[in-house]
């Protein structure tokens, strides 16, 4: 019996592919079955961040017939939950390859089923897309990116009226709907006169409001004072950025022009992700020829961003994810806590620093914890029409200031990091500092991600193993702290080691495990849902008596982490 992989294989080899589908396919047939097998061996299928793969034949990969069979699903979909209505989508698209002639495809296939099309007129950032969206009216928009993924790579992210991506049960009725088609379902055939192109003007709105939620009370001395390096890494950002900080009244702002071309080959560096040091490499060295104060890179989609400040050296330093979030989540309570009305929350992600709670606390302020994801946040502002959103972060270094994008949004997350640094320059204090005081006030908490890469047939079956390993053996001690809570978000219940109880999770299933330990101690394990990654989350944390003692706790906090991961075998 032939396997599954080369039947679906032999259909692409036949109408309705075309026929330079067929010919890549059967060169795969002759020459090359392992990658034949990886091409067909499964469907691509949505994760946290939508779909996302690498570009090339078969169903496993992005290209026209993939994307082709999710527009057609999506298409069939609107006319049932919005039946007699004119159906409106928006589309933008990034620097990667393909993504420009896959948005048009894309395009095309909704104006074919009389779907009402605004199409970007060159690449955006995404959270234009999720702003432009609602502006326009639209159900519907989709953005075809692969955030900070190497070069081979494409991907398809959908978003719903609210401007937030699809989350369950709709992306389930929407897979759905996609299933049940067959690939000579698709209409590439396009309805010119229902696609309208946009750009500038959208782009002077989208500039508008994100200097108006990003800026807070500072002077105008303030922000003409703070010498910035910029870096969109040869993304979208260099599309907006620019423009914020200018509009805001930043006049030092020093760009890398090396990487300030869109370049889905991501020339410059080895991955264009600013969670990496090296990225951010020659931005950094032009902040130490400028003498700048801050440095900000984004990654391509523009919804991520790195930061680095000067530390109490004086020397330039990335700060990660968790400390951005907090840093920003602080800032936003405190400029606005005066006109606090009791309706507000902030929120963020399981597996991101506890540290958030903390601090909404110490505002009164709610904190809501959604699985990985902002699809999540933004179900959380859309669940809580009565509520006041401030602002909200993960681990991965995204935020959301306010809701009007509804997605991390590294344009607005820009200016307002910004905001942060120019008032507290003018204050004669730094970043920094600040970061230490917040520790003294609420402990330091200190976070570690270790991603391990598995790809492949073979690398999932790790994947699949380490996580039933950890779930059918669970420990007991980590780095000599005993264990007193596990939470199993797929079988949707928190274990209580101390008195032996269990209770149910109220957040929707996801293959998540996240140990606690008596002394605050927190390690989560999960599968990536956009990458051939597992990755480990571990949080620790100390009081932080004074400020003094930010290095010796620090270190602790250090030997406590490399605790942890040899006892992971990590």
Same mark, same amino acid.
Not at 68 to 86: A, D, M, R
Not at 164 to 179: A, C, H, K, R, S
């Given at each position: 019996?032939?396997?599954?992989?080369?039947?679906?294989?032999?259909?692409?080899?036949?109408?309705?592919?075309?026929?330079?589908?067929?010919?890549e396919?059967?060169?795969?047939?002759?020459n090359?079955?392992?990658?034949?097998?990886e091409?067909?061996y499964?469907? =691509? /299928?949505?994760?946290?961040?939508?779909?996302?793969?690498t570009?090339?034949?078969?169903?496993?990969?992005?290209? !026209?017939?993939?994307?082709? *069979?999710?527009?057609?699903?999506?298409?069939?979909?609107?006319?049932?939950?919005?039946?007699?209505?004119?159906? !409106?989508?928006?589309?933008?698209?990034d620097?990667?390859?393909? /993504?420009?002639?896959?948005?048009?495809?894309?395009?095309?296939?909704?104006?074919?089923?009389?779907?009402?099309?605004?199409?970007?007129?060159?690449?955006?950032?995404?959270?234009?897309?999720s702003?432009a969206?609602?502006?326009?009216?639209?159900?519907?928009?989709?953005?075809?990116?692969?955030?900070?993924n190497p070069?081979?790579?494409?991907g398809?992210?959908?978003?719903?009226?609210?401007?937030g991506?699809?989350?369950?049960? $709709?992306?389930?009725?929407?897979i759905?709907?996609?299933?049940?088609?067959d690939? /000579?379902?698709?209409?590439?055939e396009?309805?010119?006169?229902?696609?309208?192109?946009?750009?500038?003007e959208?782009?002077?709105?989208?500039?508008?409001?994100?200097?108006?939620?990003?800026?807070?009370n500072?002077?105008?001395?303030?922000?003409e004072?703070?010498?910035?390096?910029?870096t969109?890494?040869?993304?979208t950002? =260099?599309?907006?950025?620019?423009q914020?900080?200018?509009?805001?009244?930043?006049?030092?702002v +020093?760009?890398?022009? #090396?990487? @300030? *071309?869109?370049?889905?080959?991501?020339?410059?560096?080895?991955?264009p992700?600013?969670?990496?040091?090296?990225?951010? +490499?020659?931005?950094?060295?032009?902040a130490?020829?400028?003498?700048?104060?801050?440095?900000?890179g984004?990654?391509?989609?523009?919804?991520?961003?790195?930061?680095a400040?000067?530390?109490?050296?004086?020397?330039?330093?990335l700060?990660?994810?968790n400390?951005?979030? %907090?840093?920003?989540?602080?800032?936003?309570?405190? $400029?606005?806590?005066?006109?606090?009305?009791?309706?507000?929350?902030? @929120?963020?992600?399981?597996?991101?620093?506890?540290?958030? *709670?903390?601090?909404?606390?110490?505002?009164?302020?709610?904190?809501?914890?959604?699985?990985?994801?902002?699809?999540?946040?933004?179900?959380?502002?859309?669940?809580?029409?009565?509520?006041?959103?401030?602002?909200?972060?993960?681990?991965?270094?995204?935020?959301?200031?306010?809701?009007?994008?509804?997605?991390?949004? @590294?344009?607005?997350?820009?200016?307002? %990091?910004?905001?942060i640094?120019?008032?507290?320059k003018?204050?004669?204090?730094?970043?920094?500092? !600040?970061?230490?005081?917040?520790?003294?006030?609420?402990?330091y908490?200190?976070?570690?991600?270790?991603?391990?890469? !598995?790809?492949?047939i073979e690398?999932?079956?790790?994947?699949?193993q380490?996580m #039933?390993?950890?779930?059918?053996?669970?420990?007991?001690?980590?780095?000599?702290?005993?264990?007193?809570?596990?939470?199993?978000?797929?079988?949707?219940?928190? $274990?209580?080691?101390?008195?032996?109880?269990?209770?149910? %999770?109220?957040?929707?299933?996801?293959?998540?495990?996240?140990?606690?330990?008596?002394?605050?101690?927190?390690?989560?394990?999960?599968?990536?849902?956009?990458?051939p990654?597992?990755?480990?989350?571990?949080?620790?944390?100390?009081?932080?008596?004074?400020?003094?003692?930010?290095?010796?706790?620090? *270190?602790?906090?250090?030997?406590?982490?490399?605790?942890?991961?040899?006892?992971?075998g990590?």
């Amino acid at each position: 019996m032939e396997n599954t992989f080369t039947e679906k294989a032999k259909q692409w080899l036949s109408s309705p592919f075309d026929t330079e589908t067929q010919k890549e396919v059967q060169e795969l047939f002759d020459n090359d079955l392992k990658t034949l097998e990886e091409a067909f061996y499964t469907n =691509i /299928s949505f994760g946290t961040g939508g779909m996302r793969g690498t570009m090339g034949v078969g169903t496993n990969k992005i290209n !026209k017939y993939t994307l082709g *069979k999710n527009t057609q699903g999506i298409s069939e979909y609107l006319k049932k939950v919005f039946p007699g209505e004119t159906h !409106k989508v928006a589309i933008a698209y990034d620097c990667r390859h393909n /993504s420009k002639s896959l948005g048009k495809v894309v395009a095309d296939v909704f104006s074919a089923n009389g779907v009402k099309v605004y199409l970007f007129d060159d690449l955006r950032p995404t959270p234009e897309l999720s702003y432009a969206l609602k502006k326009l009216d639209c159900h519907c928009g989709i953005v075809l990116t692969a955030s900070h993924n190497p070069p081979e790579y494409n991907g398809y992210k959908v978003y719903w009226q609210d401007g937030g991506q699809l989350v369950p049960p $709709q992306d389930g009725d929407i897979i759905n709907e996609i299933n049940a088609l067959d690939f /000579s379902d698709i209409k590439f055939e396009s309805n010119p006169e229902l696609i309208e192109m946009i750009g500038a003007e959208m782009d002077k709105e989208f500039v508008k409001d994100s200097v108006e939620n990003g800026s807070q009370n500072n002077s105008k001395e303030a922000r003409e004072n703070l010498k910035i390096v910029f870096t969109s890494l040869h993304g979208t950002s =260099i599309m907006s950025v620019p423009q914020v900080l200018e509009e805001a009244g930043y006049t030092q702002v +020093k760009i890398v022009e #090396e990487q @300030a *071309k869109p370049d889905g080959d991501f020339p410059t560096v080895v991955s264009p992700n600013p969670e990496e040091p090296e990225a951010l +490499k020659m931005a950094l060295e032009k902040a130490e020829e400028t003498n700048s104060d801050i440095v900000i890179g984004t990654d391509p989609d523009a919804d991520r961003l790195g930061i680095a400040v000067r530390n109490r050296a004086g020397e330039l330093e990335l700060l990660n994810g968790n400390q951005t979030m %907090i840093l920003m989540t602080w800032f936003l309570l405190d $400029q606005q806590k005066e006109n606090f009305k009791g309706n507000e929350f902030i @929120a963020s992600t399981i597996v991101s620093t506890p540290m958030m *709670k903390v601090l909404g606390d110490s505002y009164g302020v709610e904190y809501a914890e959604t699985l990985t994801g902002f699809k999540w946040i933004a179900d959380q502002i859309k669940e809580r029409p009565d509520q006041y959103f401030v602002g909200g972060g993960e681990e991965s270094f995204g935020f959301m200031v306010g809701d009007f994008v509804r997605d991390k949004d @590294a344009v607005t997350s820009t200016l307002l %990091i910004c905001e942060i640094a120019a008032k507290l320059k003018s204050e004669g204090s730094s970043v920094y500092e !600040k970061l230490i005081q917040l520790y003294v006030e609420h402990g330091y908490y200190k976070e570690k991600l270790i991603s391990l890469v !598995k790809k492949g047939i073979e690398g999932q079956k790790l994947i699949k193993q380490k996580m #039933e390993d950890l779930r059918n053996n669970p420990l007991k001690h980590i780095a000599g702290e005993k264990v007193v809570l596990i939470e199993d978000y797929q079988a949707s219940t928190a $274990q209580n080691l101390q008195n032996d109880t269990q209770t149910e %999770i109220d957040i929707p299933k996801s293959n998540v495990l996240i140990y606690y330990t008596e002394n605050g101690t927190k390690v989560a394990a999960r599968p990536s849902g956009t990458e051939p990654k597992i990755k480990f989350y571990m949080s620790v944390n100390e009081t932080l008596e004074k400020a003094e003692d930010f290095d010796a706790v620090g *270190k602790t906090l250090d030997n406590k982490i490399e605790k942890i991961l040899s006892e992971l075998g990590l």
